[in-house]
């Protein structure tokens, strides 16, 4: 390719392309552990008035041509999740006549890589990105160019979209060209991006709602006399024990990341309003005779804001990320 060759006479002309069309066949799967998913996509290249050339389409400084199906060889995907991982469908890329230009089209399929940030999970989304390179330098024996036509068809086929008990599309897939630095040289490079957002009702029907009430219950504590801190203090580690089984019961379902995520947070604020009470228990007949029933009363109110506090942060939390997802996103963007 371009990137092999040690002549550095200019080409004969430059390889323009224009992105015309970007289907996004299927997404059969995406997985926050191993930050990837499984897509398959077609791509169509328009090569403009270029007819006449397709089997001399690129000329090097030595005079030596290569043809179009010679550069529809050099596309190929540039986040593959691993080796090989993503490959082309049919045995070779398809070229067609279009009038006095050609058509380039290639259908790949395999595991993307995609970088995703679980801060919010599972109140999330994710931009899934399909980026393609062409091993053609642009300022190399062959200097290529991609550009995004100005009437692009880019689409997702709802019936491809497998994970959808799991996920959800958000506005449009949008389409994309630019460059890619490697080894300080530079390739064009293209693709498309979709935006999915997780269904959030599994982890707070499943996780969320059973903490809130294990933590809820725990008030039940202060219907004790305060003079009796035994009973107080085994509700507070019953519930304690409760939660902590309850939470490696369910650590399946959460994303296995070295941050808290937000559902990670809201889990920890109610254990520790636990612990919270088992101290207060512990510590509150120790306040004198005198003082007991106002402290048990000022305790249970500290402790009810606290946790009502801790709920209201969560929902709002859930409600302004579902808020910005609805204003934020959607819409075709080139």
């Known amino acids: 390719g ?6 550095n006479a200019g080409a004969a002309m430059c390889a323009y392309a224009e992105l015309e069309r970007f289907d996004v ?6 997985d926050t552990v191993s930050q990837s998913f499984h897509a398959r996509c077609f791509v169509q290249l328009r090569l403009r008035g270029v007819k006449d050339r397709r089997e001399a389409f690129v000329t090097f400084g030595n005079g030596a041509t290569k043809s179009v199906e010679w550069f529809a060889g050099r596309i190929e995907v540039l986040n593959s ?27 790949f399929e395999g595991d993307f890589y995609q970088h995703m940030r679980l801060h919010a999970f599972p109140f999330d989304s994710q931009e899934l990105n399909m980026d393609f390179i062409i091993l053609c330098r642009v300022d190399g024996p062959v200097p290529t160019e991609v550009k995004v036509s100005p009437r692009v068809s880019c689409r997702l086929v709802d019936s491809g979209f497998a994970p959808g008990f799991q996920w959800r599309p958000k506005g449009e897939v949008r389409c994309h060209a630019g460059t890619h630095e490697a080894n300080e040289r530079t390739f064009p490079k293209f693709g498309a991006s979709v935006r999915v957002a997780r269904e959030s009702r599994f982890y707070v029907t499943n996780v969320a709602l059973p903490t809130a ?6 008030f039940t504590l202060f219907a004790a006399q305060p003079s009796e801190p035994m009973e107080h203090l085994s509700v507070a580690f019953t519930l304690l024990l409760t939660m902590a089984a309850y939470k490696i019961t369910v650590t399946d379902m959460i994303p296995q990341v070295s941050y808290e995520t937000l559902l990670d947070q809201f889990l920890l604020c109610n254990f520790f309003l636990l612990v919270a009470m088992a101290i207060v228990s512990a510590v ?11 402290a048990d009363r000022v305790c249970l109110a500290l402790l009810g804001a606290i946790w009502c506090l801790i709920q209201a942060w969560f929902v709002a939390k859930a409600w302004s990320r579902e808020r910005s997802e609805r204003l ?3 819409g075709l963007v080139i």
């Open 2 to 7: 371009g990137h092999r060759g040690k002549d």
């Open 25 to 30: 066949l299927k997404i059969q799967s995406i």
């Open 81 to 107: 999740f691993k080796h090989d991982s993503c490959k082309l469908i049919d045995e070779k890329p398809t070229v067609r006549d279009d009038g006095e230009d050609l058509l380039i089209q290639l259908r």
């Open 213 to 218: 009430v294990f933590s809820g219950l725990a």
């Open 284 to 294: 509150l007949p120790q306040a004198g005779q005198d003082a007991e029933d106002l």
């Open 328 to 330: 934020g996103r959607g």
